[in-house]
């Protein structure tokens, strides 16, 4: 047993969970391999926020079984919010799957590859830390989710909202910085809850502030998702005022209209949301603003949705995650509200919410034309170089420098609604984060 495969599908918890077991399979002496053909242990990580995505996983695990036939001795597991409390439905689909895992439960999948390996994992297997990481990374410092919004599944997959321990978060950070990572997101089903369960009740906040005072080798610090009943004017103060912590704030909203977002039990009306945005720029010049939202939830109207993209108009996003509501089985919209809304009609409603944000980002990103900004490089793609701004922005660079892992002032020469394009500034031109 020497290669192994993670497919991931699903959110960004999903991609630092298959970071964290590739670092424990890693650790057993196995290697990544780019093909589920050349593994000899494939992970599969699943999601099921939507309906496409359970789909995928499916499709995936089916492909595998004259993978596995043929090769008896080769292992598949399933981790990740397709794995709930009861399997027995999982195994009679799938009886080919040697282990299912829910999400952050690594440890039969470990004991596998231990006893194939012939070691002993207690003496093999230490902190869950990739041990070549890349520039970007996402660290975890929650689990779960209390909110129970009605249309969500993840309570219920991924467990209740607990938080990591403040100090090792911290050292994990300066462990991450001295492995070469140059920027974190720190990553929670909502985030901004962090810290109502450790003694003390440290917040946000004061995690923030720990990072960017006690891990100076790091570049950047970002978090995400933020719900907005938990987003304190005190994490907002802490992003305003910590030069290390970006301006950009992931705040779903999820819906426009009052009494579709009381049947979803979001816990905060159109005018609140409002209100919070407003303090949030009015406190941090410059700000990215993202946000989801879903189409077509149940007894929707035509009326209600066009709350929805009066929002979008008004606030003006930099980016909109869109999705069409699909039944989750299992969640309290499926047991009590009817799908009423026909899928045309919710396909519809999505191609008009893309349309508009699309005209909005042509807007935001021409101002950017002619700037310089700083950018911080993490990739190479087609013959260029790619990276993030301050506010993630995705740029491409024409360079011929080796780019990679630096911090770089690009002035910016073609926009997109999608992405910039520019070249390296003359090293005395100030970078500017409008």
């Not at 006893?115 to 230490?126: A, I, S």
């Not at 299992?330 to 519809?348: F, H, N, S, Y």
């Not at 700037?371 to 024409?398: A, M, N, P, S």
Request: proline share 6%.
């Amino acid at each position: 047993m020497r290669h192994y495969h993670i497919w991931t599908v699903g959110c960004q918890m999903n991609k630092a969970d298959s970071e964290r077991m590739g670092a424990a399979l890693e650790q057993l002496g196995l290697s990544a391999v780019d093909e589920p053909a050349d593994a000899d242990v494939v992970v599969l990580n699943s999601c099921v926020v939507r309906q496409n995505a359970e789909d995928r996983v499916v499709g995936m695990l089916t492909s595998l079984k004259p993978w596995k036939q043929s090769h008896p001795d080769r292992t598949i597991a399933l981790m990740g919010c397709m794995v709930g409390p009861q399997q027995d439905g999982l195994r009679k689909q799938f009886p080919y799957v040697d282990t299912f895992m829910r999400p952050q439960q690594f440890d039969s999948l470990i004991r596998i590859v231990a006893e194939k390996q012939g070691v002993d994992p207690e003496g093999c297997v230490g902190p869950l830390v990739p041990g070549h990481p890349r520039v970007t990374i996402f660290v975890p410092i929650s689990h779960g989710c209390d909110k129970f919004c009605t249309f969500c599944i993840i309570p219920y997959r991924r467990g209740r909202d607990v938080s990591r321990p403040f100090d090792d978060l911290v050292d994990e950070c300066k462990m991450l910085a001295a492995r070469g990572v140059k920027e974190v997101t720190l990553l929670g089903q909502n985030v901004d809850s962090y810290g109502h369960d450790l003694p003390g009740k440290p917040d946000l906040a004061d995690l923030l502030t720990a990072i960017h005072e006690r891990v100076p080798e790091l570049s950047r610090i970002r978090f995400l998702t933020s719900h907005p009943n938990d987003m304190s004017q005190r994490i907002i103060e802490a992003v305003a005022r910590l030069p290390r912590v970006m301006e950009f704030i992931n705040l779903p909203f999820q819906a426009g209209d009052d009494m579709v977002l009381a049947n979803m039990r979001r816990g905060y009306t159109n005018a609140q949301y409002r209100e919070l945005v407003g303090r949030i720029r009015a406190t941090i010049p410059n700000v990215a603003m993202v946000t989801d939202l879903i189409v077509g939830f149940p007894g929707e109207t035509e009326e209600q949705f066009e709350r929805t993209l009066e929002l979008v108009r008004d606030l003006r996003f930099d980016k909109v995650h869109g999705a069409a509501y699909s039944v989750r089985p299992g969640t309290i919209a499926a047991r009590q509200l009817p799908d009423d809304v026909p899928q045309a009609e919710k396909e519809r409603r999505l191609r008009a919410v893309e349309a508009l944000q699309e005209r909005i980002l042509s807007e935001i990103n021409a101002g950017y034309f002619g700037t310089t900004q700083e950018v911080l490089v993490d990739g190479h793609h087609r013959g260029r170089w790619q990276g993030r701004t301050r506010t993630d922005k995705l740029v491409f660079i024409e360079s011929d420098e080796d780019l990679a892992g630096r911090l770089v002032s690009v002035r910016i020469t073609k926009t997109s609604p999608w992405s910039l394009q520019g070249r390296l500034a003359r090293s005395a031109e100030p970078v500017s984060t409008g």
